[in-house]
């Protein structure tokens, strides 16, 4: 097997869901491995770090939304797509607020499945300055705020912000279209890459997030726009 396919870890306690996405993720080029619970799930990303994490919420030893949880205050950033029975708005905003990148609700189709993997892994990879950004250097520049696109970093008044990819992401989508009001619906397709309504709650956590930790280097930049949604200016 070549040692370039990207490794999903297939995490769920029922064997036969965890048999049957390993065998579909394989025959799509995909270097699959499993667990059948929320410890080996840990165990196995600190062994061997995929690339990506199928995710099972109800697990029955640590559940998902933990498993999450754990890694993400180790700084592990791996992409995570939580399965779940389970299809409740609550639950989407606590899987996503936790550093989810996607929810997909069993029963699911296997191609579909799939098409989401590929899509959270493209959102996950750095990306290429796109044409006509507000860049130089390959470095968005907002005020004191800038973002190096290649590299990954972001500067505010001189001074390094840690951001997730997540966090990252939306920051970056935020300053290429500096001065213009985004809906929550834009910036959910355009980082979570979904159309889905009833999720602008992450929107706002993450909008939060990444105040808390722009706002103490200087004055605030991403304003809210009552009703609309959020424009990110000087």
């Not at 270097?31 to 840990?42: E, H, K, R, V």
């Amino acid at each position: 097997m070549s040692e370039d396919r990207q490794r999903v870890l297939v995490v769920d306690d029922e064997a036969n869901i965890r048999d049957l996405i390993e065998v579909a993720l394989r025959f799509h080029g995909f270097q699959p491995t499993t667990a059948g619970s929320g410890a080996a799930a840990l165990r196995e990303v600190r062994d061997r770090p995929p690339d990506l994490i199928l995710l099972d919420v109800m697990l029955p030893d640590l559940d998902g939304f933990e498993v999450c949880r754990r890694l993400r205050a180790e700084g592990d950033e791996v992409p995570v797509i939580f399965l779940t029975a389970r299809d409740t708005p609550s639950d989407t905003v606590t899987g996503l607020t936790l550093g989810g990148d996607d929810y997909v609700t069993k029963p699911f189709s296997i191609d579909a499945l799939v098409a989401r993997v590929r899509a959270v892994l493209r959102r996950a990879a750095p990306k290429p300055v796109p044409d006509g950004a507000p860049v130089a250097d390959g470095v968005l520049r907002v005020g004191d705020l800038e973002l190096d696109e290649v590299r990954w970093t972001v500067r505010r008044a001189g001074v390094e912000v840690e951001l997730s990819p997540t966090e990252f992401r939306l920051l970056a989508h935020l300053m290429h279209n500096v001065g213009r009001v985004l809906t929550r619906a834009q910036l959910l397709e355009a980082v979570w890459g979904w159309e889905h309504h009833g999720n602008g709650q992450v929107v706002e956590t993450y909008v939060s997030y990444l105040r808390r930790k722009l706002d103490p280097l200087g004055p605030p930049l991403i304003h809210t726009r009552r009703g609309v949604g959020y424009v990110l200016r000087p």
